[in-house]
C-alpha cells in the first residue's frame, strides 16, 4: 500500500503504543518462555499489558480451562496442541479488539485443528476481529472473508462462496490406475487448461470450457490407461487459487 494505512483510526508509526493495547497477535512458532510454567507464562503476559488473569478471566475461560490441570507445567514440556491453546490465551489476555494469528495450526493434529477453530469461531461471537493466515484451504472456508494471495500480491478478496461462484470452469475430476502417467498424458491433451492432482484424482479444466467426458475417455484409453474415471466436481477453494495462481504466474 501506500503507507497510509490506519489501524482502528490509530498510526502504525506514530501510534504503535496504542496499537499494540488493541492488538493480540499469535505467531507461527511457540515462542513463550519454555523454562517458565503455564501460570507463570500467563501471569507475564498479563503483567506487561497492566492487566490479571482474573480481570479478563471470561475472555480466556474456555481456553484455559483446558490446560489450567496443568498450570504448574513447564510450557516447553507442553504437546503441540497445549502449547497452541496457551499461546492463545496469552495473545487474549488483555481483551484486544484486532486478534492475529500467524499459521496457528501448523504442525498440530486434525483433531487440535479442529478444536482450535471451535475456539476462534466462539472469541469471534465476543466482538474480537480475527485475522487468520493459513496455508490449508480447508480452514479458509471457515472465514467471513478470505484474501489469496501468492508471493505478497492479493489474487482475491471475497466471502469463501463468492470466490467459488467466481471460478467459472466447467471441472472435471478423472482418475485411473496409474496416476502419474494419467499427469502426464493429460498435460498433453490439445484442450487441457490446467490439470492438477487433487487427492486420487486430477482436477482439469479445459480451454474450451465444454470438457467432453466422452473424448477425454477415448483419449486416455488409446493412451493405454485401465478404470478411467471422468466426471464433473464441484469446485473449491483451492481449486479457486490454483486456477488464480496459474493466471498470475502466466
Not at 38 to 45: G, K, R, S
Not at 223 to 233: D, F, P, S, T, W
Amino acid at each position: 500500500d501506500a503507507g497510509n494505512t490506519r489501524l482502528n483510526g490509530f498510526d502504525p508509526v506514530n501510534e504503535y503504543k496504542k496499537i499494540r493495547q488493541i492488538l493480540g497477535y499469535m505467531p507461527g512458532r511457540f515462542s513463550l518462555y519454555p523454562d517458565l510454567s503455564v501460570e507463570e507464562n500467563l501471569n507475564f503476559y498479563a503483567t506487561v499489558f497492566g492487566t490479571t488473569i482474573e480481570e479478563n478471566y471470561d475472555l480466556i475461560a474456555d481456553i484455559y480451562k483446558q490446560i489450567e490441570p496443568f498450570k504448574n507445567r513447564l510450557a516447553g514440556r507442553l504437546s503441540g496442541g497445549m502449547k497452541q491453546k496457551l499461546a492463545l490465551s496469552c495473545a487474549l489476555v488483555h481483551k484486544p479488539q484486532i486478534l492475529l494469528l500467524d499459521e496457528p495450526t501448523t504442525g498440530v493434529d486434525a483433531v487440535s485443528r479442529s478444536e482450535f477453530w471451535q475456539m476462534l469461531k466462539r472469541l469471534q461471537q465476543k466482538d474480537i476481529t480475527i485475522v487468520v493466515s493459513t496455508p490449508y484451504m480447508d480452514e479458509a472456508t471457515l472465514c467471513d472473508r478470505v484474501a489469496l494471495m501468492q508471493k505478497g500480491t492479493v489474487l482475491s478478496i471475497d466471502t469463501p462462496q463468492g470466490i467459488i461462484d467466481g471460478f467459472g470452469k466447467k471441472l472435471l475430476a478423472i482418475s485411473s490406475e496409474n496416476k502419474f502417467n494419467l499427469l502426464t498424458d493429460m498435460r498433453n491433451f490439445y484442450d487441457t487448461n490446467s490439470i492438477f492432482p487433487f487427492g486420487q484424482a486430477l482436477h482439469y479444466t479445459s480451454k474450451s470450457n465444454v470438457s467432453n467426458p466422452v473424448e477425454i475417455r477415448e483419449y486416455l484409453e488409446n493412451k493405454g490407461h485401465k478404470n478411467i474415471l471422468v466426471e464433473e466436481a464441484k469446485p473449491d477453494i483451492e481449486d479457486c487459487f490454483m486456477e488464480l495462481m496459474r493466471k498470475h504466474v502466466s
